[in-house]
């Protein structure tokens, strides 16, 4: 005769296994998501607070694509609910662009398995210490690369780029790179360091990079002509941007006034078709000294061998393929003081002095075009 047991179930308010619900939630969410899943999860947070909990959860990290972050703190100062919250979030599928400002000692692993395709470092420093990588159920994908990255935006790059995984990966070219898809980089240099970090750099990128800003700041005080990059291995670069911060101590456009040879003009490659030079004039001297000490550049020999300089490099046949050059003038506030008819005359006179020093482009030979703006 065969028996019949009888279980009785002891709690009268039975529950899923937290594992169960997780599973549940982290299927009925995973990327990418699309309008009936979003409506589902809406549903699952009105069947009780458990299943709320997490289907909040996947519902606020993936309608997020775009988050700015600043602390002016540690990372370590954080609370750890908080660091955790926040490092789910950078890993999320919706969220495209980071901006991460004025926070130092940041995880060396802290974006990695991230999806983030525009990156901006301001200011930020990583933490030296060696941190294991965790793999978690939720993102059991997490390798050292970032497959999705477009854009880099490092300010400055001394220590930020230890967050862009091995440096020595990708040696070889752009597979295998921890930036495989790195269209855009831009990057500002306060020191010799700087320079260094993004001299490791470009060999990940040569392959990928088509936009590529690089300003010197901090009145380029500390540069010399060993800190002249050399792009000519990067095969699909054709929009090179160089801006460098004049000192209102040395001469006007100039700050090594030591070197008459010196002016930051890089090695380029023949798919460089657009050349930007922005020069940053941080004089706070009245603009009848700021006015004399730029004109004064067009006939004192040792300031006209550095226009010069420029001439003969833009007429050289590596900057060939250049076809268009921005020249571009920025001087500061001392100089909004200044009328407008006054300003209307600085304008006509720069730009007639800047072609007469530029003789390259008056040749009838030249496919290259000159656009000088002067702004104030």
């Known amino acids: 005769m065969a028996s019949l047991a009888t279980w009785l179930m002891t709690d009268t308010s039975p529950r899923f296994p937290p594992e169960l619900l997780d599973l549940f939630i982290d299927t009925l969410g995973e990327r990418p998501i699309t309008e009936s899943q979003r409506s589902a999860l809406t549903t699952c947070g009105l069947v009780s607070r458990s299943f709320a909990h997490r289907s909040r959860r996947h519902t606020f990290y993936r309608g997020i694509n775009l988050l700015d972050v600043a602390f002016n703190t540690s990372w370590k100062e954080l609370g750890l609910g908080l660091r955790h919250a926040l490092t789910d979030l950078f890993r999320s599928s919706r969220l495209a662009t980071l901006h991460i400002t004025i926070t130092t000692d940041l995880p060396r692993i802290l974006l990695i398995g991230s999806h983030i395709k525009h990156l901006l470092l301001h200011w930020c420093l990583v933490d030296d210490a060696p941190v294991p990588l965790h793999y978690s159920s939720r993102y059991p994908a997490v390798r050292n690369n970032y497959p999705q990255?477009?854009?880099?935006?490092?300010?400055?790059?001394?220590?930020?780029?230890?967050?862009?995984?091995?440096?020595?990966?990708?040696?070889?070219?752009?597979?295998?790179?921890?930036?495989?898809?790195?269209?855009?980089?831009?990057?500002?240099?306060?020191?010799?360091?700087?320079?260094?970090?993004?001299?490791?750099?470009?060999?990940?990128?040569?392959?990928?990079?088509?936009?590529?800003?690089?300003?010197?700041?901090?009145?380029?005080?500390?540069?010399?002509?060993?800190?002249?990059?050399?792009?000519?291995?990067?095969?699909?670069?054709?929009?090179?941007?160089?801006?460098?911060?004049?000192?209102?101590?040395?001469?006007?456009?100039?700050?090594?006034?030591?070197?008459?040879?010196?002016?930051?003009?890089?090695?380029?490659?023949?798919?460089?078709?657009?050349?930007?030079?922005?020069?940053?004039?941080?004089?706070?001297?009245?603009?009848?000294?700021?006015?004399?000490?730029?004109?004064?550049?067009?006939?004192?020999?040792?300031?006209?061998?550095?226009?010069?300089?420029?001439?003969?490099?833009?007429?050289?046949?590596?900057?060939?393929?250049?076809?268009?050059?921005?020249?571009?003038?920025?001087?500061?506030?001392?100089?909004?003081?200044?009328?407008?008819?006054?300003?209307?005359?600085?304008?006509?006179?720069?730009?007639?002095?800047?072609?007469?020093?530029?003789?390259?482009?008056?040749?009838?030979?030249?496919?290259?075009?000159?656009?000088?703006q002067v702004q104030f």
């Open 149 to 372: 990255l477009e854009t880099l935006d490092l300010e400055p790059c001394l220590r930020s780029t230890a967050l862009l995984g091995n440096e020595n990966t990708g040696r070889e070219g752009a597979e295998g790179s921890a930036l495989p898809a790195l269209r855009v980089f831009k990057c500002c240099l306060r020191g010799f360091a700087d320079f260094d970090s993004v001299v490791s750099i470009l060999p990940r990128v040569e392959n990928t990079v088509e936009y590529l800003k690089v300003h010197y700041g901090d009145s380029a005080l500390w540069l010399d002509r060993s800190t002249s990059f050399n792009f000519t291995k990067m095969k699909k670069l054709h929009h090179l941007a160089i801006h460098l911060d004049m000192t209102p101590n040395l001469p006007l456009l100039f700050p090594n006034a030591t070197n008459s040879d010196f002016f930051p003009i890089p090695r380029v490659p023949p798919s460089l078709s657009r050349l930007d030079v922005v020069l940053r004039a941080l004089s706070r001297a009245s603009p009848e000294n700021v006015s004399k000490a730029f004109f004064n550049s067009f006939t004192e020999p040792s300031e006209m061998e550095r226009w010069s300089r420029l001439n003969r490099a833009l007429s050289s046949s590596e900057f060939a393929g250049v076809k268009e050059v921005v020249l571009t003038l920025q001087f500061s506030s001392s100089m909004v003081h200044v009328f407008l008819d006054e300003k209307a005359r600085f304008v006509r006179r720069a730009d007639a002095s800047l072609r007469a020093v530029l003789s390259h482009f008056k040749e009838p030979k030249t496919s290259k075009s000159l656009s000088i």
